[in-house]
């Protein structure tokens, strides 16, 4: 059965203001985001599964409409008090902030300071601030790391969170796993909630920024880990789609699909999230489903003039996980002839690798992009 595209250009009319903030400019080329229902997901629609697999092949970022569903009105109450969370936790003074700045301990949890880290190979350094929340902490999975009084206090609301995000995702991974025609739940159990792994939540805050500076608040690169749940509210995220048009049924085609091409704007929609595929997907199909290169910039028009809050769920393998191809499935490719596997490292390895490789001070020849850079 053919798939329906479904596509938000930047001419198609959406609601423009999310809690007041200014409007998305009509005029600025957007993203061909497919847009997937996640209450069609839920329903069992073949022609909803057949639309997330194909995004997951063409660009590895789709919208995801998780209106009409419990979960998702449950999730958009759950973000509506994380945004104003980040906006408390950010108007911390510095000094309290930075006590909870855990990278000399080799941990990517916790805070990261305006500019403490790099968005290119030169050097410049970036222009957000974060709090990475771990979901083991959270859930109790680990022992609890030392937070200020406003996240100890929200760890209900984080809670409910994870629990909301991780379910939604599972989801998708549950349909990906059927497209893919692996084993039943092989994607779903290399993500259990109650496994320990490099899953978090993180609110970011990037300041306002004069649209005509080219200076990336976040460099260009791909997520480490399997998918993410991005809520934002004005604009700044953008992605560099593939200009080959060559089909994705060898792992050489897929990996020769990033270079050239024009930076588009993702345009934040009410009601959805963005989500992407990360470095872990690729991996694990041979190069089949994929992790997009994406940055963030100033948000353009007037949305420049106003900070950018996001609030993020990042699903990742399970800590002992090893990234490789998949076995059991007839749909990812094979290795071509003459082609060497490289060799596995375990997903916390490669995520504790990939996270503070960018930090001031990190080893950024070590996975710099992702597998973007391959």
Avoid: C
Avoid at 338 to 361: D, F, M, Q, T, Y
Wanted: charged residues 20%.
């Amino acid at each position: 059965m053919a798939t329906e595209t479904v596509l938000v250009p930047a001419q198609v009319k959406v609601e423009q203001s999310i809690r007041g903030f200014p409007p998305f400019p009509d005029d600025i080329p957007t993203a061909p985001l497919l847009r997937v229902s996640l209450k069609n997901l839920l329903d069992g629609v073949e022609e909803e599964s057949n639309r997330l697999f194909q995004a997951s092949k063409d660009l590895g970022f789709f919208y995801l409409d998780v209106t009409g569903t419990p979960i998702g009105g449950s999730i958009l109450k759950d973000v509506d008090q994380l945004f104003d969370l980040g906006e408390q936790l950010f108007d911390l003074d510095l000094e309290e902030k930075q006590r909870y700045d855990f990278s000399s301990e080799k941990s990517y949890f916790g805070y990261k300071g305006y500019g403490q880290a790099i968005v290119d190979r030169e050097g410049t350094r970036d222009r957000n601030e974060f709090y990475n929340v771990s979901k083991d902490d959270i859930l109790s999975i680990s022992p609890p790391l030392p937070a200020p009084a406003l996240l100890i206090q929200s760890r209900p609301l984080l809670s409910t969170y994870i629990h909301s995000a991780h379910s939604i995702l599972t989801t998708l991974l549950t349909h990906l796993n059927s497209a893919l025609h692996l084993p039943a739940s092989t994607l779903p159990n290399l993500h259990r909630l109650t496994a320990p792994s490099g899953d978090q939540v993180r609110l970011l805050k990037a300041p306002p920024q004069d649209p005509h500076d080219s200076q990336a608040a976040l460099g260009a690169h791909t997520d480490f880990g399997s998918l993410t749940l991005l809520f934002n509210r004005v604009g700044g995220l953008q992605v560099l789609p593939p200009t080959s048009s060559t089909s994705a049924s060898t792992a050489s085609s897929t990996t020769t699909r990033t270079t050239g091409g024009e930076w588009l704007y993702v345009r934040p929609l009410p009601g959805h999230a963005i989500v992407n595929l990360g470095d872990a997907m690729s991996k694990f199909t041979h190069g089949l489903l994929r992790s997009n290169i994406h940055r963030v910039v100033a948000a353009p028009g007037l949305q420049s003039t106003v900070a950018k809050y996001s609030v993020v769920y990042f699903s990742r393998p399970e800590d002992d996980v090893l990234l490789r191809r998949l076995d059991g499935g007839d749909v990812i490719p094979e290795f071509a002839a003459g082609e060497v596997e490289e060799e596995p490292i375990n997903s916390k390895e490669w995520v504790l690798r990939r996270a503070l490789g960018r930090r001031v001070g990190g080893d950024v020849r070590n996975g710099w992009m992702g597998t973007e850079s391959t």
